[in-house]
């Protein structure tokens, strides 16, 4: 087939080769990059309150235009895609500077959108924009819109039909690989992602062979415009395998440039593996001491037959402080602080330092509860998946099952197995006078809390898919009185997308812990299991369920059984509202008892920031007893779980 140069236009001829710098170009150009925009204005969650953009008034000859995009054979969602890639579209509240930046920006758009129809696979599609009714091709360089603002600026899109795969070729060191495990398959998809995601995994499965150097060194892209195909033949050289080079890192300030080369863990000789090139990325960004963090390898080996393996890093600030805040109807205005050092001695050492108060509103001016502690950890200690840390808290509360004041201290060591699993070992000694139903008592408790932690979610904050386990032992002595007990405790937490875009998310979890060894008057009443409140079964009051003592006060139990199921339902990208249930049972006995299960029932309202959702959740109690309150409304950030 004749090969063709490409049309601005956006259109192809039957039969053309698309040329093959261009054709990736494109191909990286659907990756679109928001700018990001400081106001003058005082703004919040990006709601301008009042004032002008400091951006728009510092614009030089601006000009305002008003954009229309025509696309009438485009369905919703292509439509959708053309409309996000649109950079006329999306700043259309913000002048541009000149008619010069107007012609300019028309143009960067209509690359963009033949970009956005290559990502849906229309290889025939044409773009056509017109400025104050000329086209941008027949417009000078210098030419002038002189009309009444807003300019006016039309975009029309012919989509064209959605091209399939045709024939496909994996040549060079590719040519024993099935190009459908890479998802290329005649009559596939034949969008231009689709094609980079092929070529990204087959490179990914040659450097997976310890291949650094693995690269596409030949793409040969033909669209077939008789029979709407692609045909795709792909040339692939895989490279020496080879094992790691010097490990050089630039950018470090504050941060030990030698501690920040051991963390990535990349030893000299090992053979390479891009997994463990992420895993050190993904490690060096856990130490909190980094902006950003590139890993890249060398284009040649070094004289030994390894790959040198360059870590360019940007430091954050070391110091920071905050302020957070949560609210109940039930138990009332909490309200902490805390302030941090991520770099304390120049190896990612972390100190904070928080305290917080709550029960404001609820409880008396004598009844405040209060928390305070201090917290150091040390990363690398044991190699660099492990972590040092220790810390020492104090606390005053006074729920209803009890009064409470203790001094803790606690060290140990955290390791992490692979990216998804954690173990933690710790030895702790805490000291307690605590008032509850059985009376006064005080204690000594020597405990070695065990933490084993598996967690595969997408998002930490905002999970979409995934799941969360979480299994705690920590046996016990008290040394004032003798006795001896085992707490165990298991967690879990699952989250599936029902559909493509994650608007509709079902989340479960599910909790059971119980006590054993000793009874429940021996176990001091801060260690025993509760039930109830925001974070629990929403509905009913901060411990509110289970076992109560003659004057109705909760007294706590040897286990617990906790479950919620809720549907985060997105309204659009920040809003959503969670509708739930929840339910739980506290037991005297060391099994839960499932006779006495208390079921609560809400709706809640998300709004999603960085930093996580904004929570807040209103619940009425299904089995209500009398003592229990009539409904519950609790306001806080992150997900309820």
Not at 92 to 114: T, Y
Not at 119 to 135: M, N, P, Q
Not at 411 to 432: C, R
Not at 480 to 497: P, V
Request: glycine share 12%; aromatic share 8%; with cysteine.
């Amino acid at each position: 087939m004749p090969a063709h140069e490409k049309q601005m236009s956006g259109g192809t001829a039957p039969g053309r080769v698309l040329p093959r710098a261009l054709l990736f170009a494109v191909m990286c150009s659907t990756v679109l990059v928001g700018e990001s925009r400081h106001a003058a204005a005082f703004e919040i969650f990006g709601i301008k309150l009042w004032g002008a953009s400091k951006e728009d008034a510092d614009i030089v000859d601006p000009l305002r235009y008003a954009v229309t995009i025509n696309a009438p054979d485009a369905d919703k969602e292509l439509r959708k895609k053309l409309e996000n890639a649109s950079a006329l579209k999306g700043d259309a509240d913000h002048p541009v500077s000149g008619s010069l930046g107007l012609m300019a920006k028309a143009r960067s758009d209509r690359e963009q959108l033949v970009a956005a129809l290559y990502a849906d696979a229309r290889y025939e599609g044409v773009v056509t924009i017109t400025i104050d009714g000329k086209a941008i091709d027949d417009l000078p360089p210098d030419a002038e819109f002189k009309g009444p603002q807003p300019i006016p600026v039309v975009v029309d899109i012919a989509p064209g039909p959605k091209f399939t795969l045709g024939n496909i070729r994996l040549e060079g060191d590719a040519a024993g690989l099935m190009s459908a495990d890479y998802g290329l398959i005649a009559g596939g998809d034949a969008g231009s992602g689709a094609v980079l995601k092929a070529e990204a995994l087959i490179v990914r499965t040659l450097k997976e062979q310890g291949r650094p150097l693995a690269k596409v060194t030949g793409r040969r892209i033909v669209a077939d415009h008789n029979t709407s195909t692609l045909d795709v033949t792909l040339t692939v050289a895989a490279g020496p395998v080879a094992g790691y080079g010097a490990t050089t890192v630039s950018g470090t300030e504050k941060v030990d440039r030698d501690f920040t080369e051991y963390m990535t863990g990349l030893k000299r000789g090992r053979q390479y593996s891009p997994q463990e090139i992420s895993d050190a990325r993904d490690r060096l960004l856990a130490l909190e001491v980094f902006n950003s963090v590139t890993l890249k390898e060398a284009d040649k080996l070094d004289a030994d037959g390894n790959i040198p393996i360059g870590v360019q890093v940007s430091e954050r600030k070391p110091r920071y402080f905050g302020l957070g805040g949560s609210f109940s109807n039930i138990e009332g205005l909490g309200l902490e602080g805390y302030w941090g050092n991520r770099n304390l001695f120049g190896q990612a050492e972390k100190l904070r330092i928080d305290g917080s108060i709550s029960g404001i509103g609820s409880n008396d001016l004598s009844q405040l509860n209060y928390n305070a502690g201090i917290m150091f950890e040390k990363p690398g200690v044991i190699g660099p998946a492990s972590k040092f840390f220790a810390n020492v808290k104090t606390v005053l509360e006074h729920p209803d099952a009890y009064d409470h004041f203790s001094v803790k201290g606690e060290t140990g060591i955290s390791y992490d197995l692979n990216k998804k699993q954690t173990v933690s070992a710790a030895v702790a000694l805490d000291y307690s006078r605590i008032t509850d139903a059985f009376g006064k008592h005080k204690y000594l408790i020597a405990s070695i809390p065990l933490q084993y932690v598996y967690d595969n979610r997408d998002n930490r904050l905002n999970p979409t898919s995934g799941f969360r386990v979480l299994a705690y032992a920590e046996p016990s002595y008290d040394i004032m009185s003798g006795a001896a007990f085992l707490k165990l405790k298991g967690e879990g937490s699952a989250y599936q997308s029902l559909d493509t875009a994650s608007k509709f998310v079902l989340a479960e979890r599910v909790a059971v812990g119980s006590i054993v060894g000793a009874g429940l008057e021996s176990v001091p009443a801060d260690r025993r299991f509760y039930s109830g409140g925001g974070g629990s079964v929403r509905g009913y009051s901060y411990q509110g369920i289970g076992p109560k003592d003659i004057n109705g006060q909760p007294i706590g139990g040897l286990s617990f059984f906790e479950t919620s199921v809720e549907m985060r339902i997105g309204i659009t990208d920040t809003i959503g509202i969670v509708p739930f249930v929840d339910a739980g049972t506290v037991s005297t006995k060391s099994a839960p008892n499932f006779s006495e299960v208390k079921v609560g029932a809400g709706v809640g309202l998300r709004y999603v920031t960085p930093f996580g959702p904004l929570r807040i959740d209103a619940a009425v109690p299904l089995n209500r007893d009398p003592t229990d309150p009539h409904f519950g409304i609790y306001a806080g950030i992150g997900q309820a779980f």
